[in-house]
């Protein structure tokens, strides 16, 4: 009688380009390697024309966001507790990040942050339509 048991072998490996993205957790990570490596034809079309940001400096359109976001200098980053929903065509994402770097050579918040993003499968693919970001609880 023989005992087969079933495993698997190989690691599931983590999304490294928007076209290996299988979710949601994928499009984060592979948006804030994007933006770290300062890739940003790339993050500039990941980010829908009628696309929404809120956080603690206010309402920010695409134009807007896309100049913040080449404000950051980012030497590090992680990314945790995932929660991750499908609707249709749509992902909500929402999850922790911790920034290390700064943005116009000021230093980013510390701590943890909380984060919600919508993500939509359109023609040329997945792209940002909306975004939000809590800051960390003042000390």
């Not at 048991?5 to 290996?20: D, G, L, N």
């Not at 995932?82 to 922790?96: C, I, P, R, S």
Request: hydrophobic share 35%; glycine share 6%; aromatic share 8%.
């Amino acid at each position: 009688m023989a005992v087969l048991s079933a495993c698997t072998v190989w690691k599931e490996r983590p999304a490294t380009a928007f076209a290996q993205a299988t979710g949601g957790e994928d499009l984060e990570r592979v948006f804030w390697k994007e933006i770290k490596a300062k890739h940003w034809d790339e993050v500039d079309r990941r980010i829908a024309s009628n696309y929404v940001s809120i956080n603690a400096d206010g309402q920010h359109d695409r134009t807007v966001t896309m100049e913040r976001l080449k404000q950051l200098d980012l030497k590090d980053y992680s990314l945790g507790d995932f929660q991750t929903e499908l609707n249709g065509n749509t992902f909500v994402v929402a999850y922790t990040i911790t920034l290390h770097g700064t943005r116009n050579d000021q230093p980013l918040p510390e701590g943890p942050q909380r984060v919600l993003t919508v993500w939509q499968q359109q023609k040329k693919g997945w792209v940002e339509i909306a975004h939000s970001t809590l800051a960390p609880a003042a000390k």
